[in-house]
């Protein structure tokens, strides 16, 4: 596919107005990487291992938790970046007024009803983070609790299993990598 000036342009501005909202926040690991990171690797592994060529969706990936994370709203982008990045956005963004409990079940019950861009996102999103769980962990985790956030993002992704087989087979690639090192990790505390 072949993307123009303005799909260049809008790519970049994606890029430069998420790190603007997220430049004051870091991500929960040792280290406290610059929370930027994680949107950009979502939005890399999508296009070169998933093979996504929808500018859209790329943009959306950009943006994917500018709305849950910063004072971001829906509106902004859709007037920034247009309906379609402006759905895909909605759709990956839980309801801040909720329990996290309860936001957590509606992932599972809403993953296998979002659009097929939604799910792209929706997958980078959880193979960067389970990725993390095992090798940079948000430093306050012990074992049982990063367990169970493996366990509850595979139940998420059953919903989105069969939109994207390359990153079906990353995720259970990484699934698989994570659980090993978590093991490992266990055993050598004992
Ligand atoms: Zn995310």
């Not at 247009?82 to 409990?101: F, H, I, P, R, W």
């Not at 990725?131 to 059953?158: G, H, M, T």
Request: with cysteine; net charge neutral.
């Amino acid at each position: 596919m072949q993307f123009d000036d303005k799909d260049i342009s809008r790519l970049l501005a994606a890029v430069k107005f998420a790190s603007e909202k997220h430049k004051f926040q870091k991500r929960k690991d040792k280290q406290g990487s610059p929370y930027i990171n994680h949107p950009i690797k979502v939005a890399e592994l999508i296009w070169n291992k998933g093979e996504v060529r929808d500018i859209d969706v790329i943009i959306a990936a950009l943006l994917h938790d500018t709305v849950e994370d910063t004072d971001t709203s829906i509106e902004e982008i859709k007037k920034l970046f247009g309906d379609k990045v402006a759905l895909y956005v909605s759709e990956v963004t839980d309801d801040k007024k909720l329990q996290k409990e309860e936001r957590k079940k509606l992932q599972i019950k809403h993953s296998p009803n979002i659009s097929h861009g939604a799910k792209q996102v929706k997958f980078g999103d959880k193979i960067s983070n389970i990725s993390d769980i095992a090798e940079s962990p948000p430093c306050n985790w012990d074992f049982d609790r990063r367990r169970q956030y493996l366990e509850w993002s595979n139940n998420v992704v059953k919903g989105l299993r069969g939109s994207n087989d390359k990153l079906e087979a990353i995720f259970d690639d990484c699934l698989t990598k994570s659980e090993i090192f978590l093991d490992n990790e266990y055993k050598n505390t004992k």
